[in-house]
């Protein structure tokens, strides 16, 4: 682990930033506490639909029963399971977001909760070590035996997450031990030791979990059945497909009868495939899983397998917000270039796992780029999953809206037009919870001699550098006026160095040492600032930061002759609220002037607002009012105002829209 690249201890570094210091300030405050009402069945269930097509039954009682499944488990409750086969991982992530309140120091009341919670969960465990509510309540004849559908990996890793997360904000093993007991019994029933299953999890994320637990335990077994997982995934006879055929009498998704290799990755093996393949989700966990593998590992295949496939997500399958996944059916990518605006799926949660790779790659390459990427789904899609309220939630971020056609008897129903209180698949609120609670993890990472700065939000970091106390305050005014000032303060003169990401929005950038102006050398990405005496010392960067039309690649259908509308890392967007009705009907030139108008009261963060000229196009035919006539139009001109994409839809709803007509 020598010099290995790390995250930086988020319990040492404080946010400040107006806008993710709300969002942080908040989960503690309101986002947890109202998810625990939601797990305890105090919160209505939105998209009933779904819930009754994920509980095989119609019933008045639309309401999470996550925490009382667990209460059923341990015996302190009689009753049936009830929701999802993968619910117990709402309330892993959601301690996992407590663990991290817990570690910065905003867990308040929090703390309470969560050891109930750790409680609850140990005491649900089987005395073998099993712990799955669904099938320990259930199906306990079905362990293990539909590994495609079931989740019971899935669910696991979530486990070990939560738990690890929880040893690192409280020293208290209780739930390490709980996580160590179930992998261990993983281990006896999964491995390439003759006797032993050779199956691998349906929905990956217990390989990325177990790199967690090894790196806390440093017991190779866990890195060693992270390893099988992934090793065994894509193999012939394809073991899922095979699970398919000769346990159809146990089917838990009828939509999965035709199962696609594909949809779960296992058309090949992780380090042959090159292209993004299937269920979004599940594709960035087991990439990200393959990221830090090939870290802890030094597998070069694996790290070149995990560059090619970053590559065509990025350059062929992301949208401009950093979402992913194009189709709602499965929730997955599609084919190159296909990015639809209106009925994809690009789910928050895939974002976080693309957020999770994104940094894995990162700390594996020391290469600022992904960051470009990271910065783009947080600041995007993974806000726009919230609401400012913290109450309310979407699970598919569309980039273009109009409510009236997104009802439940269309193919559009997946996509809603308002965030929802809760989801009967509601694994998204505690991912958005848990990413937001660990910010301070995406901004600062550092090694034995040096502190990379990843991204600029405002915060503070006490650290130390061979041996000396250090203290970094990150001053971000860039949206303001293109400044990011960072304060270096050691308490002895030993030289270290701090690595600035210079992002590819910042134009004309120039650094400056104390109000002197000095040209550090750039190395993959980042400016290099030398630190070498002791006390305080103010470095700024200063650059040119505008907003922009962006043009998609001609590829991309649905953009072809559109603009979309960035500032900085922030993609903007226009809504009804704003621009009035049939927003399809815009049209912009792409020279046109961008006003920067103030930030809108009701929204956080201090966020601009921006306006520009722009026109419709009316029919003017005699014909008026007839479905199809003889082309005749007017403009109508008319100035538009454009939001933030991520504070969308917290004003009254209405359409939305990110691409807009380019005048030509």
């Known amino acids: 682990m020598a010099n290995k690249l790390h995250p930086s201890n988020i319990q040492h570094i404080e946010i400040t930033d107006p806008l993710f210091g709300r969002y942080v300030s908040m989960i503690a405050e309101s986002i947890l506490p109202y998810q625990w009402g939601a797990l305890n069945g105090r919160v209505d269930i939105s998209d009933s639909d779904q819930w009754e097509a994920l509980n095989g039954r119609v019933t008045n009682e639309r309401v999470s029963s996550c925490i009382d499944n667990f209460r059923i488990a341990?015996?302190?409750?009689?009753?049936?399971?009830?929701?999802?086969?993968?619910?117990?991982t709402d309330a892993y992530k959601w301690l996992e977001a407590a663990a991290y309140c817990i570690q910065i120091g905003k867990a308040?009341?929090?703390?309470?909760?969560?050891?109930?919670?750790?409680?609850?969960?140990?005491?649900?465990?089987?005395?073998?070590?099993?712990?799955?509510?669904?099938?320990?309540i259930a199906n306990p004849e079905k362990r293990w035996k539909n590994l495609a559908e079931g989740h019971e990996l899935y669910c696991a890793g979530h486990l070990i997450e939560a738990a690890v997360a929880y040893y690192h904000a409280t020293g208290s093993e209780k739930l390490l031990t709980v996580a160590k007991r179930f992998a261990d019994l993983i281990g006896t029933v999964f491995g390439p030791e003759e006797g032993k299953c050779k199956g691998y999890p349906g929905h990956q994320e217990i390989e990325l979990a177990l790199v967690k637990l090894y790196r806390v335990t440093r017991e190779n077994r866990y890195l060693d059945l992270a390893r099988f997982f992934l090793s065994e995934r894509g193999k012939e006879p394809n073991y899922l497909i095979r699970e398919m055929e000769t346990t159809k009498d146990f089917r838990l998704f009828p939509e999965f009868s035709h199962y696609d290799a594909e949809y779960a990755q296992t058309h090949l093996p992780p380090i042959e495939q090159t292209s993004a393949e299937g269920h979004a989700v599940r594709a960035v966990y087991m990439f990200s899983a393959m990221a830090d593998l090939a870290k802890e590992c030094d597998d070069e295949q694996m790290k070149q397998a995990c560059k090619t496939l970053w590559e065509n997500i990025t350059t062929r399958r992301m949208y401009i917000t950093g979402g992913i996944g194009s189709s709602g059916l499965l929730e997955r990518f599609t084919v190159d270039y296909d990015l639809p605006n209106d009925r994809m799926y690009c789910?928050?949660?895939?974002?976080?796992?693309?957020?999770?790779?994104?940094?894995?790659?990162?700390?594996?390459?020391?290469?600022?780029?992904?960051?470009?990427?990271?910065?783009r789904a947080l600041c995007n899609t993974v806000l726009a999953g919230i609401s400012a309220k913290g109450d309310r939630y979407f699970y598919v971020n569309p980039l273009e809206v109009w409510p009236d056609n997104c009802?439940?008897?269309?193919?559009?129903?997946?996509?809603?037009?308002?965030?929802?209180e809760w989801f009967s698949c509601a694994c998204c609120p505690p991912n958005i919870a848990r990413t937001l609670a660990?910010?301070?993890?995406?901004?600062?990472?550092?090694?034995?001699?040096?502190?990379?700065?990843?991204?600029?939000i405002s915060s503070k970091l006490h650290t130390v550098m061979a041996g000396t106390d250090v203290t970094i305050c990150l001053n971000s005014s860039y949206m303001q006026d293109g400044c990011v000032r960072i304060t270096v303060e050691s308490a002895c003169?030993?030289?270290?160095?701090?690595?600035?990401?210079?992002?590819?929005?910042?134009?004309?950038?120039?650094?400056?040492?104390?109000?002197?102006?000095?040209?550090?050398?750039?190395?993959?990405?980042?400016?290099?600032?030398?630190?070498?005496?002791?006390?305080?010392?103010?470095?700024t960067l200063r650059a040119l930061v505008e907003p922009e039309f962006v043009a998609a690649n001609d590829q991309v259908r649905s953009d072809i002759g559109k603009l979309a509308l960035m500032f900085g890392?922030?993609?903007?967007?226009?809504?009804?609220?704003?621009?009035?009705?049939?927003?399809?009907?815009?049209?912009?030139?792409?020279?046109?002037?961008?006003?920067?108008?103030?930030?809108?009261?009701?929204?956080?963060?201090?966020?601009?607002?921006?306006?520009l000229d722009g026109e419709r196009l009316i029919r003017t035919t005699e014909q008026t009012g007839a479905l199809y006539a003889k082309p005749k139009f007017e403009k109508a001109k008319g100035s538009l105002e454009a939001v933030p994409y991520c504070l969308w839809c917290n004003r009254n709803p209405g359409e939305m829209l990110v691409w807009m007509k380019a005048q030509l």
């Open 438 to 456: 660990s910010v301070g993890q995406y901004i600062y990472s550092e090694d034995e001699k040096s502190i990379y700065i990843n991204q600029f």
């Open 74 to 88: 341990a015996g302190e409750k009689n009753g049936t399971h009830s929701g999802a086969v993968f619910q117990d």
């Open 108 to 136: 308040g009341a929090l703390k309470e909760q969560a050891d109930e919670l750790v409680d609850l969960i140990a005491s649900a465990q089987q005395p073998d070590g099993y712990l799955n509510t669904y099938f320990t």
């Open 493 to 539: 003169a030993h030289p270290f160095t701090v690595r600035v990401r210079v992002p590819s929005f910042m134009k004309n950038p120039v650094f400056l040492l104390d109000d002197t102006e000095i040209s550090p050398v750039t190395e993959n990405g980042y400016a290099v600032l030398a630190v070498s005496r002791a006390g305080e010392q103010t470095f």
């Open 569 to 611: 890392p922030f993609v903007y967007c226009l809504e009804e609220a704003d621009n009035g009705k049939n927003l399809a009907n815009v049209f912009v030139d792409c020279n046109a002037t961008i006003q920067r108008g103030e930030s809108l009261a009701e929204l956080p963060g201090d966020l601009p607002t921006f306006s």
């Open 347 to 375: 789910e928050s949660c895939a974002s976080i796992g693309l957020m999770m790779f994104g940094q894995r790659m990162n700390l594996l390459t020391r290469d600022a780029s992904y960051y470009e990427v990271v910065e």
């Open 407 to 420: 009802k439940s008897s269309t193919s559009m129903s997946h996509v809603k037009p308002v965030r929802q």
